[in-house]
């Protein structure tokens, strides 16, 4: 009876799961590049780094990191600031 219950509640996280991936929208890049002929397309870029302070939108942690880094900045200037005579 345990293994029927854990193959029912296995099974049915497959099923969201698999529901949730199938009801996702693509995005629009994918649609665009599908209907683009292979001959047409234009050669991608160099990718460049962002520059300090300045993290792609897609790369969340590198801007997190960057705000924390600019408020222990922000806070020690305050402190400096507030213990000059």
């Given at each position: 009876m345990r293994?029927?219950?854990?193959?029912?509640?296995?099974?049915?996280?497959?099923f969201?799961?698999?529901?949730?991936?199938?009801?996702?929208?693509?995005?629009?890049?994918?649609?665009?590049?599908?209907?683009?002929?292979?001959?047409?397309?234009?050669t991608?870029?160099?990718?460049?780094?962002?520059?300090?302070?300045?993290?792609?939108?897609?790369?969340?942690?590198?801007?997190?990191?960057?705000?924390?880094?600019?408020?222990?900045?922000q806070?020690?200037a305050?402190?400096?600031?507030?213990?000059?005579?």
């Amino acid at each position: 009876m345990r293994a029927f219950l854990i193959f029912v509640i296995v099974a049915g996280l497959g099923f969201v799961f698999l529901h949730q991936r199938q009801n996702e929208t693509p995005p629009a890049t994918a649609k665009s590049a599908a209907t683009q002929s292979v001959a047409a397309r234009p050669t991608p870029a160099a990718l460049t780094p962002a520059p300090r302070g300045q993290a792609s939108q897609y790369n969340w942690m590198k801007r997190s990191l960057d705000r924390a880094r600019d408020v222990t900045e922000q806070s020690r200037a305050q402190t400096q600031e507030s213990q000059k005579p």
